[in-house]
């Protein structure tokens, strides 16, 4: 009786710290009020003062934290832009890599040279470059070997190891949609896409009182995908910017990408960027309308109840893109390392084979 008494208390005192827990949880988890998105790193842009590159970078400033998402191709190119913004990347809370492709990570080292202990967050891979671990159960024993020709003596760690490119930076690798932080959240995505399978990705979504807001590095996994995936957190999605990786403009991707964000759902603002490719810029404009924001190098914008691009001096102004920026971004793709961007910047159909049979 004294026991099933005592088990009864707990139980009791258990569930009346659950319900007091309740409300604090709810508290933490109201939505953001707003949300603010600074450009970085592009290939096309109108400040003179920033250095046009292919890659991609953007600061994420919500709820007081200040997050990097993706770092740009290169680290001097990186740092002269931040500092022409005047944003101190030492003042960083945390970084987010979308991905492994070199022009995302490759100003990864000078952050940390100036930032080392900024927490990262990063796609778990099995043997990627931000590090990464499998069971050793991964590959078959055979106990009839001699010692010295098996693994570990025939003795292996529950858990491999692997190293990262940057020893002792603070990665957390991510393979599953996470929240990170109250009302900072990351989906985990892998592409099925030919020339990109398997290949894992992260983008950021900052859940806000006026709908979700979506940063995308490359959107591998197709950026309807990833939308889909942040509606779950926020039915209502107020701003997706960055990478749509649809740079080749075939129509039909474009169309199935345009009726998923604009008619199922009813993505209030877009800003993209970086791979979106020049002819999908112009089709995502004319579907899109003013609802259809210009993100070049240098562009900022403060999301609350309404969407406004900022200029150098905090004014709000709506530019749209010149020819002299389409000129831009095919120069700056030329010089990719991803041969079906060279291809598209000689004004070449990498897949024009392919649309012959």
């Not at 692997?162 to 985990?188: Q, V």
Request: glycine share 8%.
């Amino acid at each position: 009786m004294k026991t099933k008494f005592c088990l009864a208390k707990i139980q009791a005192a258990v569930l009346a710290a659950a319900v007091l827990l309740v409300p604090a949880l709810q508290a933490t988890a109201a939505p953001a009020n707003s949300a603010k998105v600074t450009v970085l790193y592009d290939a096309f842009g109108k400040d003179q003062k920033l250095q046009k590159d292919w890659g991609y970078a953007a600061l994420i400033e919500v709820d007081g934290k200040r997050i990097l998402f993706d770092t740009g191709n290169n680290g001097d190119i990186l740092k002269k832009n931040a500092a022409a913004k005047k944003v101190d990347l030492r003042k960083l809370d945390l970084v987010v890599m979308s991905h492994r492709h070199g022009d995302h990570m490759g100003g990864l080292a000078y952050v940390l040279s100036i930032n080392p202990k900024v927490k990262i967050f990063a796609p778990k891979e099995g043997f990627g470059v931000y590090g990464g671990d499998l069971p050793s159960s991964f590959y078959p024993k055979d106990a009839t070997l001699p010692v010295e020709q098996r693994y570990y003596d025939g003795k292996p760690p529950d858990v491999l190891h692997f190293g990262s490119a940057w020893p002792g930076a603070d990665i957390k690798l991510i393979d599953k949609d996470t929240e990170i932080a109250p009302n900072i959240h990351l989906i985990a995505q892998v592409s099925d896409k030919k020339g990109t399978l398997e290949l894992r990705e992260l983008s950021l979504v900052i859940n806000t009182v006026n709908g979700a807001v979506i940063i995308v590095g490359c959107s591998h996994s197709g950026v309807e995908n990833i939308v889909t995936a942040a509606a779950q957190i926020n039915p209502k999605i107020q701003f997706v910017g960055g990478g749509f990786h649809l740079i080749q403009g075939q129509t039909e991707e474009v169309a199935k990408v345009i009726t998923a964000l604009r008619d199922t759902y009813k993505v209030a603002y877009i800003a993209p960027g970086h791979c979106t490719g020049e002819l999908t810029f112009t089709a995502l404009k004319q579907a899109f309308g003013d609802h259809f924001l210009y993100a070049g190098l240098g562009s900022v914008f403060e999301l609350k109840d309404t969407v406004k691009v900022l200029t150098a001096k905090g004014e709000a102004v709506r530019p749209k893109m010149t020819a002299e920026d389409f000129h831009n971004l095919r120069n700056h793709l030329a010089l990719s390392d991803d041969a079906e961007h060279i291809q598209l910047a000689e004004g070449v159909d990498p897949h024009a084979h392919a649309h012959q049979h």
